[in-house]
Each structure stands twice: as C-alpha cells, then as structure tokens.
C-alpha cells in the first residue's frame, strides 16, 4: 500500500517547531529591546493646559528653576507650580494678563481649583526616589531633564530607567558638579578629565555613595 504523504513530509513537524521558535526569540528579543523607557518614554511631549515655554522663561528671562519648582532642594519630590506663582507676573494688569493663552491660569484663579498641568517625568511607584538628595550632592537638573532650558514644549529626554539610573551609581564622578553650578543649564565640565577629577574631589569630600543593589532603590 502506497504512503498517503510524500518522505518529505516526515520533517514537517521538525521544521514547524524551529520556525515557531524562531518567530518566538524575535518576538522576545524584540520586546526586549524596544519596549523600553529608551523608546517608550523619551520624547513623551504631552499638551499642557497653559503652553509654558521654558526657553522664553529660563533661555531669554533667566529665571531660576527655583523660582517656578519652589520645594527641589528640601522635598523627595520636586513641586509643579502653584497659580499664585504665575500670577506673582502675570496678574491683573501685568505681563500678558490679556492673552487667551492664560486663560486657565485666569479661570485657577477665579475658582481656586488648580491648572491641570500634565504631569511628565515620573519614576514608578515601586522605586524610591529622593529629588533633594540628588540636588543637594551635586546632581544637576540638566543630568535628568537634559538641556530643558531650551525647550518651548517640554519633553521626556532621559529614559529615567534603572539602567541609565545605574550609570550614574555606579560612577557618580561622572555627573557630580559644584553647588554653584546646579541649576546653571548652560554649565559644562571643561574637559572629561576635569570633570573626573572634579567628581573625585566631591565624591570625597560628601561621601557620595549611591546604592548600586535593588533595596537601595525597590524598598
């Protein structure tokens, strides 16, 4: 009695499972590598109620981050600000007071019922993060927000994950500036060695040893 399927067919089965596979580690890998903060995060530029232009405010006027971010220094989380900030310029009568553009502003004032400012960088609720620590050891605001004294919308340019977090752990020379420098976006180490040997001077100096283990972080 003849076979009812061809020889070749003996290896189908065979050949399913490694194409199956296949298709499974590319999906994995795929995942792996692009369902990531890197990707799914950075450039996050969402629409804000009042359009804030913090290269008008920061670039042009010079305005102190903490002015408008009033608790960065002493606060585990830095404070979006209040409408009396905003008013404190523009008020009845003062700085653009007119412009359609404030009109949420203007309505926050009238009601007392915050501006509903879309919120943007945002470490998971399962890791610790204190924004004082970082700031008051050296940490500048441009480390983790990038060069946002030069955006008219602000944006997610740091991924804000565990790994680019571990960058700095585990080499804080890297990053570390003077006190005096913090908050100075345009502020930048004159040389890679300068800034390695300037790090080691403050790394000293403050004892700077961040947590490199999961409980520094997942507590």
């Known amino acids: 009695m003849s076979n009812f399927f061809p020889r070749w067919s003996n290896l189908l089965p065979f050949k399913l499972i490694v194409c199956l596979t296949l298709i499974g580690a590319g999906l994995v890998g795929g995942i792996w590598y692009y369902f990531t903060p890197k990707y799914t995060r950075v450039g996050y530029q969402p629409d804000q109620p009042v359009p804030f232009s913090h290269a008008i405010h920061v670039q042009q006027l010079g305005m102190d981050c903490r002015y408008c971010h009033s608790f960065v220094e002493v606060a585990s989380h830095s404070n979006i600000p209040n409408t009396q900030t905003c008013i404190n310029c523009h008020g009845q009568g003062k700085i653009k007071w007119e412009s359609p553009r404030l ?16 919120r943007i960088h945002k470490v998971p609720d399962y890791a610790y993060f204190n924004h004082a620590v970082h700031v008051n050891r050296g940490v500048s605001c441009y480390s983790c927000h990038g060069a946002i004294n030069e955006m008219s919308v602000v944006y997610e340019a740091k991924p804000l994950s565990m790994a680019w977090c571990l960058e700095c752990h585990r080499a804080p020379e890297n990053f570390l500036r003077p006190p005096s420098e913090i908050y100075n976006m345009e502020w930048h180490p004159k040389s890679i060695d ?26």
């Open 194 to 219: 300068a800034q390695l040997e300037m790090g080691m001077k403050f790394k000293q100096e403050w004892n700077v040893n961040p947590p490199v283990t999961c409980g520094g972080c997942h507590r």
């Open 103 to 118: 009109a949420p502003v203007q309505e926050s004032w009238k009601t007392g019922l915050p501006i509903p400012w879309v």
